[in-house]
């Protein structure tokens, strides 16, 4: 058992995902001299932010950077941005996630997507012997074939973005919602509406659905082209009886641009420039020609909204199915760890009021396994990148054995009134996605 164990612990810490917070995690695993292996399934680092890139954050530079990964960068000569400077997405990644990467080196592996965590040559029945067992990553080839790499412990960092909430009831698709997305009627979140997809919208009849930032920030986007082309015609599905929510803190929100997100969302509204549909529950989609009528339940009874385009903001939640064979233990109603569900549930918490949090909170039954960033957050909008950059420096620090450090975690966000982002699950994004911090993502997040 003691090679075992020897065995085990000159294996690498494979992190999933290169986003910020998965290259952040990279960073405090390696100043803590334990060697981390980043898997992301994108063709480079960062690549979920890139559908969302020509969007701006809502927290300025100097939430965005983790300090490990500061160190890092400015041993190399690199020089941060001006910190209270609003990037986009695209500017996140050139001016901090690529050369973050860079200074990684070759411990970042692209087009490397992670199908299954396990532990070598045992399932999840087995008990004897499991913690001093190697978990084995199986990564997807692009010819088809696999290949499984060990590791000392796994931190999935590997976001929410590809697995956006359905547009239908009860948390599922709505009958016709497949054929409609396949036929384009529905598009990804966030699009570019003045930007590269501008011709998909302009002179049409679009809905955007959903009561979070990234609707608000499609929304906007959405106005500003209707200026352009005034044939350009908006409606705005939500399921609650009043939209006014969306509009967040205003000037409560300490971060400004995000306070003024919602500000400018109600001007349009009140001056009916965008058609509000309340109580909106979708029902199910019909296509026809190159039309969509979306069916829902109203107040009054059943409704048809017949429209050119459709743009879902409804949130994501996390893609659990490669973690089949270990050992979780999540919150019922959020799919979070356990221990932060409570701290985190959207209904009693805004982005700013969630407590410190480390790797006590975020440890499974599962030894050296955890869930950290956008998808430890489950189904909670709430996230913000700081929070995630805080949770790796403590996993990092139980992982070389300082429990003082680990346990010692402390962070000040600043109070966002009501947050209700759906960037992947980033309040620092306008965002799905997009879920997506401060430090998250657009200002109109994943990201992690």
């Given amino acids: 058992m003691a090679d075992t164990t020897n065995h085990t612990e000159s294996l690498p810490v494979v992190v999933i995902g290169a986003g910020p917070v998965g290259l952040a ?8 001299g334990l060697t981390p292996l980043v898997l992301e399934a994108g063709s480079t680092s960062g690549a979920a932010i890139r559908d969302w890139g020509h969007t701006r954050l809502f927290s300025p530079w100097r939430y965005n950077i983790d300090e490990a990964a500061r ?3 400015e041993a190399d000569g690199w020089q941060a ?65 696999s290949e ?7 931190i999935d960092a590997s976001g929410t973005w590809h697995q956006p909430n359905p547009l239908g009831r009860s948390g599922l698709p709505a009958p016709g919602e497949a054929e409609a997305t396949a036929r384009g009627l529905i598009t990804q979140p966030l699009p570019a ?59 409560r929100d300490e971060l400004a641009a995000r306070g003024a997100l919602g500000t400018r969302l109600r001007d349009l509204v009140e001056s009916g420039r965008i058609d509000v549909h309340t109580s909106f529950v979708i029902t199910g989609f019909e296509t026809h020609g190159e039309q969509l009528h979306v069916q829902a339940a109203g107040p009054s009874g059943a409704e048809k909204l017949t429209v050119d385009v ?14 089949t064979e270990l050992r979780l233990d999540l919150d019922p109603t959020v799919d979070a ?24 909170v975020l440890a499974h039954p599962e030894p050296g396994f955890y869930i950290v960033g956008m998808k430890s957050y489950g189904r909670a909008p709430t996230f913000l990148m700081a929070t995630g950059y805080e949770q790796v420096r403590s996993i990092a620090a139980a992982l070389a054995g300082d429990r003082v450090a680990a346990d010692t975690v402390h962070l000040e966000l600043p109070e966002t ?32």
């Avoid at 087995?126 to 080839?141: D, K, Q, Y």
């Avoid at 499984?148 to 796994?154: G, I, K």
């Avoid at 549930?345 to 480390?358: I, L, N, Q, R, T």
Wanted: hydrophobic share 35%; charged share 20%; aromatic share 4%.
């Fill in 148 to 154: 499984d790499v060990l590791a000392r412990s796994v």
């Fill in 71 to 73: 160190r890092l960068l």
């Fill in 193 to 251: 509406v003045t930007g590269v997809d501008r011709d998909r919208f302009a002179g049409r009849h679009v809905l955007v659905v959903g009561a979070g930032h990234s609707a608000a920030n499609t929304l906007l986007d959405l106005a500003e082209l209707a200026d352009d082309n005034p044939a350009t015609r908006i409606s705005w599905a939500v399921r609650s009886a009043d939209a006014s929510r969306a509009y967040g803190g205003e000037d």
């Fill in 417 to 448: 009134g009501v947050c209700t982002t759906d960037l992947g699950g980033y309040c620092d994004v306008p965002a799905g996605p997009l879920p997506v911090t401060i430090g998250g993502a657009p200002t109109s997040s994943c990201c992690s």
């Fill in 337 to 360: 760890p356990q221990k932060l569900g409570p701290l985190i549930d959207p209904e009693f918490h805004s982005c700013g009021s969630v407590e410190p949090h480390g790797e006590r």
């Fill in 310 to 323: 459709l743009v879902p903001a409804t949130g994501f939640r996390p893609d659990l199915s490669m973690l």
């Fill in 25 to 32: 995690t990279a960073a405090h695993l390696r100043e803590r």
């Fill in 81 to 145: 941005p001006n910190p209270e400077v609003l990037p986009t997405g695209h500017e996140l990644i050139t001016d901090y996630l690529t050369p973050l990467a860079a200074a990684l080196g070759d411990v970042v592996r692209t087009d490397a997507r992670v199908i299954a965590v396990s532990r070598e040559g045992i399932d999840k029945t087995r008990s004897t012997g499991r913690e001093t067992t190697p978990f084995l990553v199986r990564i997807a080839s692009s010819d088809g074939s």
